[in-house]
């Protein structure tokens, strides 16, 4: 049972351009997250959120960014977006930033 | 560098075989996790287990855990087509939590 939303399930833009994508998730947990997962399966975590505040934040070019507007809402925007942005783009929560993490379906994105 | 990875990029069983995903982490843990990840589909945790446990079990999947050695191992019985997917350990960086460090994954495929 999904419990962690994500849309938009599949995004085509061009280079350049901006896209944002979201995430909700209804397990009442206070940490999330945003992973990349590339070509190869291999995923990486980029940001994560507790109670609205930042608290992990990896290398990840500038032209990502993450958006809080509460502690079930996690949304992602790529100003600007390149080719080697193509990846899905998965979202997480867990509770107190521990152990146990729920992902979502993920967003494939596919930059031109 | 990957702190956590398995050892197979691949396995392929027939149905009602029983095979063995193996992985080594190179930090001081204080739990080890195994994801499984569908098509399509965000990972899904199968089992966690802690720094002071050396076994876990739930339904047909068995993980091992060995400190001395920095490596853990998931072991599925009686294996069916649905448990084709890729499975992943993954790793805390010990107490400062927060941050998960997932292995490469190993793609799993039954067959009939």
């Known amino acids: 049972e999904t419990a962690v939303f994500q849309t938009p399930n599949y995004h085509v833009t061009q280079v350049g351009n901006e896209v944002s994508f979201n995430c909700k998730q209804t397990?009442?947990?206070?940490?999330m997250y945003w992973y990349k997962q590339d070509s190869k399966k291999l995923l990486k975590i980029m940001f994560s959120y507790n109670n609205k505040q930042l608290i992990v934040n990896e290398t990840v070019p500038r032209r990502f960014s993450p958006q809080s507007s509460d502690k079930a809402h996690l949304n992602l925007r790529i100003k600007s977006v390149e080719p080697e942005d193509s990846a899905v783009y998965l979202c997480a929560s867990s509770y107190r930033g521990r152990d146990t993490q729920y992902f979502g379906p993920g967003t494939r994105l596919l930059v031109l | 560098s990957q702190l956590a990875e398995e050892n197979s990029w691949a396995l392929s069983v027939h149905e009602g075989e029983s095979v063995t995903v193996n992985c080594s982490y190179k930090t001081s843990i204080t739990a080890l996790q195994w994801y499984r990840q569908k098509s399509g589909k965000g990972p899904a945790q199968l089992i966690l287990i802690r720094s002071n446990e050396r076994e876990k079990r739930n339904g047909r999947l068995r993980a091992t855990l060995d400190t001395s050695s920095q490596s853990s191992s998931l072991s599925i019985t009686a294996t069916r087509c649905e448990d084709t997917a890729v499975y992943f350990c993954?790793?805390?960086?010990?107490?400062?939590?927060?941050?998960?460090?997932f292995g490469i994954g190993t793609l799993l495929s039954v067959k009939p």
């Open positions: 397990l009442g947990h206070d940490t």
């Open positions: 993954a790793t805390d960086y010990g107490s400062s939590g927060n941050k998960l460090i």
